[in-house]
C-alpha cells in the first residue's frame, strides 16, 4: 500500500505519575515540553488524526495550549493498550481503522518507523496487530530480560515473546544455567529484539476489552502475549538499527536535551 493512500491515527498515551520521573511529559526539552515534541512527531507522520490519551489534568492542559486534541481517561488502565481501547470508544472509530501507539515518552522516534508500522498493519490484513524488531548483535543483550525478544514464522507473525534467550541456541548457549560463558551469538538463526511501537485495528481493540489476562502475559510481564494467547495475529516489521531509546530517568533525559541541543545549533 502506498503511504501517500494510507489512513490511520495516531494515539499518545501520556500518564503523569513515573516511578522514575514524574511528570516526565511536562518535562522541558530545549523550550518545548516533551509531550508536544512527541505530537509534533505524530504530525510529521502524516496521520489523520492525533490524540493525547492522559490521565491527569496538567497534561491535559499542557496539550490543549499547544493546540492538541486531548482526552482525560481513566486512571485504572492496567496498560497502554486498554488506554487506547477507551480512546476508540469516545471516538467511535471503525473496525477497520488503524491506530499507532505513540508513547508520550518518545521524543527522538524516527518519524518513518511511526509510518512503518502503520503500514505493515495496513498491509497484512490477517494481522490485528503490527509492531517491530531489530536483529540483535551483542551477546549480552540476548541474555539481558530487559530486553525483550521475539521469534518469527517464515511469513514474518510473530510466534512468542519472551525476556529469556529465544531461539534457545541449545550448542551455543550454556545448558546447565542462564549464565553466560559464551561471546558468540548463535548462526542458525537471528535473535530479535522487540521495538515496542505498535498499530492496531480498531476491531482488536475492542476484542481486547473482552480479553481476560493470561498466564503466560503475567509470568513474563508482557501484555502483548495476551494477544498472541487468544489467536490474534502480529505481524513484525524488520528494521537494522533500534531507534534511540525513550525517557524513563532523569539521565535519560538530560541526554535526550544534548541530542535535541546539538540538532538545533
Known amino acids: 500500500m502506498a503511504l501517500e493512500k494510507l489512513s490511520y491515527k495516531i494515539v499518545i498515551p501520556a500518564r503523569y505519575s ?112 503490527a509492531s517491530l524488531a531489530t536483529p540483535l548483535s551483542v551477546i549480552e543483550d540476548v541474555f539481558n530480560p530487559n530486553i525483550v525478544k521475539v521469534v518469527c514464522d517464515q511469513s514474518g507473525y510473530a510466534l512468542y515473546f519472551s525476556r529469556a534467550p529465544i531461539p534457545w541456541s541449545r550448542d551455543t548457549y550454556p545448558c546447565d544455567s542462564m549464565k553466560l560463558e559464551t561471546s558468540s551469538l548463535p548462526n542458525t538463526a537471528p535473535v530479535l529484539r522487540h521495538i515496542g511501537m505498535y498499530a492496531y485495528r480498531v476491531s482488536f481493540l475492542r476484542d481486547y476489552q473482552n480479553m481476560q489476562p493470561t498466564g503466560l502475559e503475567q509470568a513474563e510481564s508482557l501484555e502483548q502475549l495476551r494477544a498472541l494467547f487468544y489467536g490474534t495475529r502480529i505481524h513484525m516489521g524488520i528494521i537494522q538499527h533500534a531507534p534511540p531509546h525513550g525517557v524513563d530517568t532523569p539521565e535519560d533525559l538530560e541526554r535526550v536535551k544534548a541530542l535535541l541541543a546539538k540538532k538545533t545549533d
Open 18 to 129: 513515573s516511578s522514575r520521573l514524574p511528570g516526565k511529559p511536562l518535562k522541558d526539552i530545549a523550550g518545548k515540553p516533551m509531550l508536544q515534541r512527541v505530537y509534533d512527531l505524530a504530525l510529521q507522520a502524516g496521520a489523520d488524526e492525533v490524540v493525547i490519551a492522559t490521565d491527569h489534568e496538567a497534561i491535559l492542559e499542557c496539550a490543549n495550549q499547544f493546540g492538541a486534541k486531548a482526552l482525560m481517561t481513566r486512571e485504572d488502565h492496567e496498560n497502554g493498550t486498554e488506554r487506547l481501547a477507551e480512546v476508540v470508544e469516545h471516538e467511535g472509530w471503525s473496525n477497520d481503522s488503524i491506530v499507532v501507539n505513540l508513547q508520550g515518552d518518545e521524543p527522538l522516534i524516527p518519524v518513518e518507523l511511526i509510518q512503518m508500522v502503520a503500514t505493515n498493519l495496513a498491509d497484512h490484513p490477517k494481522a490485528g496487530i
